[in-house]
């Protein structure tokens, strides 16, 4: 049985994009069909290949792998874009140009993860923190406003 094809028309394709081909497929006995007939085969782009990975699936919620995101106030946190742009020139990856990008998107990905937990997590209880501390040294105990 050939299933039919969800995420794109084809598998494979050539660097070019002129020569493109179903060329992976799954083979599913026809009891498997009769037991789940809800299979869905998805074709996924994923990193460098030519060949797009394929996902058999019985229920219809196919994820990809989860994109990195930035958030909106890591631009207001001060030394935030001099951390990326150091980072990003520290990374040392060998390899051809796809696979370098791929390797340092990666690893400023982890990074990035590290930074945010050190500078924006619990942003809320520092704030309160240091209004607390700034009472205290204003020597009069009378709460300090600075927003």
């Given at each position: ?10 598998t494979?394709?050539?660097g ?7 060329l992976?497929r799954?083979l599913?006995?026809e ?11 998805v074709?996924?782009l994923?990193g460098l290949?030519d060949h797009c990975?394929l996902?058999?699936?019985?229920d219809e919620?196919i ?6 995101r930035?958030l909106?106030?890591?631009?207001d946190?001060?030394d ?6 150091e980072?990003?020139?520290?990374l ?13 998107f990666?690893l ?6 590290e ?6 997590y619990?942003l809320l209880?520092k704030?309160?923190f240091?209004k607390?501390?700034?009472?205290v ?8 406003e600075?927003?």
């Open positions: 049985m050939n299933l039919p094809l969800h995420g794109r028309k084809y494979w394709f050539k070019d994009a002129k020569w493109m081909s179903r992976d799954f599913l006995y009891e498997w069909c009769l037991e789940w007939p809800n299979f869905l085969q074709a996924i994923l290949s990975t996902v058999l699936s019985i919620d994820r990809g792998p989860r994109p990195s930035m909106k106030c890591w631009q946190t001060p935030y874009n001099l951390f990326v742009s980072k990003w020139k520290s040392q990856v060998t390899g051809w140009g796809g696979y370098v990008l791929k390797e340092k990666k400023i990905k982890k990074a990035l993860k930074w945010h937990v050190s500078h924006t619990n209880g704030i309160v240091i607390e501390r700034l009472a040294l204003n020597g009069n105990g009378e709460k300090v600075l927003l």
